[in-house]
């Protein structure tokens, strides 16, 4: 089975801090994905990684970087929490050429206050 | 128009009912289809996937694909209180490489009563 894990389920951190989420799965898939859920917005894509130290920007990229130094291993990075940053954010990882078949985590509900 | 719609909900059926979700979307270049179910506090899971027009049977669930009219269905049948979830619709077109990000609907969810 593919897990696919994530460091934290509740996180609360205060305004201007740095604040780094850990994703890691073990399926060795090429593919890492970093989402936000939010009510009546639905999934949205941050951040994407298909290799080592490769990323691509996602639709709301803003005010997040990413970090893959291992395969497994994909970091997504708040430099400087804000409040409209609280959400659920969901890992999810896949092999590579089946972007469409996305293993998820079960997500990180960070509260900024 | 959003690229892909989906009515939220909430939906709530007895035990037993046929259940229908639905996604209409406006990118005619979309040829995979995908839904995802997530229970409460969990991650989605991929449910059933399929590529271009059609239908796709896997047990209980029935995927439908209609190009020309740009709109997908999930059905469900013999509902079961297991089967309550948020289920999301997901889609991509095919590119060169492979396939495009996916696009999510926001989720419609279900509450199936025993």
């Known amino acids: 089975d593919v897990k696919v894990t994530q460091s934290s389920r509740y996180l609360v951190k205060r305004t201007g801090e740095k604040v780094f989420l850990e994703c890691v799965q073990d399926m060795d898939h090429e593919n890492m994905f970093w989402y936000r859920q939010d009510p009546g917005l639905g999934l949205r894509l941050i951040y994407f990684s298909y290799d080592v130290k490769m990323k691509e920007k996602g639709d709301i990229p803003e005010g997040y970087s990413v970090s893959r130094e291992k395969k497994e291993r994909f970091s997504l990075i708040l430099e400087s929490a804000s409040t409209n940053q609280t959400s659920m954010y969901l890992c999810?990882?896949?092999?590579?050429?089946?972007?469409?078949?996305?293993?998820f985590g079960p997500g990180t509900r960070l509260t900024v206050t | 128009q959003k690229e892909v719609e989906q009515d939220p909900g909430p939906l709530s059926v007895p035990e037993g009912a046929i259940v229908s979700l639905n996604c209409t979307y406006s990118?005619?270049?979309?040829?995979?289809f995908m839904w995802y179910r997530q229970y409460s506090r969990k991650g989605p899971e991929l449910l059933m996937y399929?590529?271009?027009?059609g239908n796709k049977e896997d047990g209980r669930f029935t995927a439908q694909v209609d190009k020309s009219s740009k709109y997908i269905s999930l059905f469900i049948r013999d509902s079961q209180p297991s089967d309550s979830a948020t289920y999301l619709c997901?889609?991509?077109?095919?590119?060169?490489?492979?396939?495009?990000?996916?696009?999510f609907g926001k989720g419609t969810k279900l509450t199936v009563n025993p």
């Open positions: 399929t590529y271009s027009s």
């Open positions: 990118n005619s270049a979309f040829q995979y």
């Open positions: 999810a990882s896949s092999l590579r050429g089946r972007r469409n078949e996305q293993y």
């Open positions: 997901a889609m991509s077109a095919k590119t060169q490489g492979g396939s495009e990000k996916l696009v």
